[in-house]
């Protein structure tokens, strides 16, 4: 059973950055598909991006491309994900999630609890 856990989430202002980290103490992660999500208040998850484990990325929120980068540590197990320029409407709890699946197919079957990114001046 794959076990997820997030951190790096926080307070920050506008235009600032923030590095999200996945990492799995029951999995070698870079034998998985990643998935980054985010969850606002009031709002449907919706699906940011995703990298595969030939570090393939598909960007499923465009709004994020080129904002949101996603980058692998395997001697750490950990998923990155590097948010820069961050807006208001970024705010929400964001989740990693695994599949054993490619990118398209979004079929993730295990998902960590989340880490609350707040964008706010």
């Known amino acids: 059973q794959v076990q997820l856990a997030e951190s790096g989430g926080g307070l920050v202002q506008p235009g600032e950055t923030l590095r999200l980290s996945c990492t799995s103490s029951?999995?070698?992660?870079?034998?998985?598909?990643i998935g980054w999500f985010r969850q606002a208040p009031g709002k449907e998850r919706e699906a940011v991006l995703c990298i595969n484990m030939h570090n393939y990325i598909e960007y499923y929120n465009f709004f994020v491309k080129g904002r949101f980068t996603p980058a692998r540590d395997n001697a750490k197990n950990t998923v990155y994900l590097q948010m820069n320029s961050l807006k208001p409407e970024d705010s929400a709890v964001y989740s990693c999630?695994?599949?054993?699946?490619?990118?398209?197919?979004?079929?993730?079957?295990?998902w960590g609890q989340g880490t609350q990114v707040t964008v706010s001046s």
């Open positions: 999630a695994a599949t054993k699946g490619s990118c398209s197919a979004r079929d993730f079957s295990t």
């Open positions: 029951t999995a070698t992660l870079d034998l998985w598909t």
